[in-house]
């Protein structure tokens, strides 16, 4: 008596939790009455089924001593998995393949260029000094110089047609005895403002990734390029010259946001910008920065590119700055993700992209329940065939699984794919054996001449000894696979992990209770099995 009310609490709490996990998949939206707290989440897709994009990186570990290789991938598997959270993809699949590879797999986003250009950045924050004029008539002077003599050297012949060189350039090359000034063709000046034209730009940047041109910049200069303006119709880039050396770094960071702009001017007005705030040492520093540089640019670069800068009108007390710019309110979310996720220990490569469509994955999920409906009903069919109204039993038992074995998936988070759903389809299959183990065995005992009662207790507690053994070997083999695998191998490991415990408890507990109300608590003189 005491065990039948343990098993019948221990199956209403199999029922309840199955239904309560159940709801959203055969409820749909959550009823307005019910907090959002408690309502449980769906069912979660994979790639395969709900379409989405797949990134190869590669973390370039060719500046990264040998001892320190190893710390540096799993910090980059650690900054691209807290930069994906911040991005909101429901369910990513983040998994590390070989010495540097990271495979990321994020169902139900179709903008993978975003998210590559997302994961991508290294987010090295820095504000550097804008160098003064006298400066970078200097830094302009000695590569100006360097190019006279050395503009053989790089493919630029366009250059040298000076027919196309506008009047002020013409005038400072008359002022420096006819010489040809080529950086300042390529790098133009407008009201004290440097940019490069859109059909430049790659010559450029051929120019500063040479390392022998990069030797001619004065000794603790850089020259770095700005944010492209896309409502510039002309494509221009602004480039900056700046120290070398930052005055303030991403490290200091404690708090960044994006905040929109109530600016009275109408150019700024209702714009989205990015908010930062220093902890107390980088409040300190960057006020000595901004009172010793009052009237010069202090400019905020990220990855090597200039977003802003602004001219210090006075000491800024409190540790607080804005990047402002035509940004967009996605582009400003973007830059708040790289900065709260930090800074990668080292630059990632991307490798292959690819895109699975939803349609792809509607034909999955399509070709997928057809297959299960039909594996479910021939199974339920020739169990109920062969052993009749036992067979009955058996087919509620294995709905049960079923419907938890989807419960149990959607409590842990976990995701629905393909391979997922091939592992149900074989529990189906272990959930019937172990119903066939038990009634043949039930067969045995009333052969041996036993009681309808007899013969059930027996066959249950002789069969569970070997449906334990066979189970408990799958589940070994399916936590090697959970171990070792990636992604599909994975999700077909937890599945088959859930569906052997649910078919276990199912067969054994659930079926000898409908075995015990149904015909042993009736006093059968026949069994139908």
Known sequence: MKKSKYRATAITIFLLLTLYFLAPLLIGEKPAFISEKIWPGKLKL???LQGGSQIDLYVDLTDVPQKEQDSAVKSALEVIRNRIDYFGVAEPSIQLVGENKIVIQLPGLDDHERAKELIGKTALLEFKLVL??????????????YLEKNIDLYNMTHLKDSSNTPLEILEDSLESNDKNNYFSMLVKSDMGRYYVAKEDKEDLKTLLADSVFAANIPSGYQIAFGREDKQDS????????LNNKAELEGKYLSESSVRISGDSDFRNANKPYISLKFNREGSRIFERVTGSNINRSLAI??????????????????????????FTL??????????????LPAPVNIGKTSSIGPSLGADSIRSGLMAGIFGVLLVVLFIIIYYKASGVNAAI?????????????????????LPGIAGIILTIGMAVDANVLIFERIRE???????????????FSRATVTILDSNITTLITAAILYQF???????????LSVGILSSMFTSIVVSNAIFDNFVTNKNRDKLSI
């Open 46 to 48: 994979g790639l395969d």
């Open 132 to 145: 003064t004029p006298e400066e970078t008539k200097t830094v302009i002077n000695r590569l100006d110089a």
């Open 234 to 241: 002309f494509g221009d880039t602004p480039i900056y010259f």
């Open 301 to 326: 670069v990220l990855d090597n590119t200039v977003y802003v800068a602004p001219n210090i009108q006075d000491r800024i007390r409190g540790g607080e700055a804005q990047i402002t710019g035509q």
């Open 330 to 343: 996605e582009e400003c979310n973007d830059l708040v993700i790289v900065l709260k996720a930090g800074n």
């Open 397 to 417: 038992a294995l709905s049960l699984n079923i419907g938890f074995i989807f419960a149990a998936l959607t409590a842990f988070n976990a995701t629905l794919t």
């Open 445 to 459: 005992e009333l052969r041996a001449g036993k009681t309808i009662r007899n013969a059930i207790d027996n066959g």
């Open 485 to 495: 695998g990636t992604g599909a191998i994975r999700g077909f490991a937890v599945t």
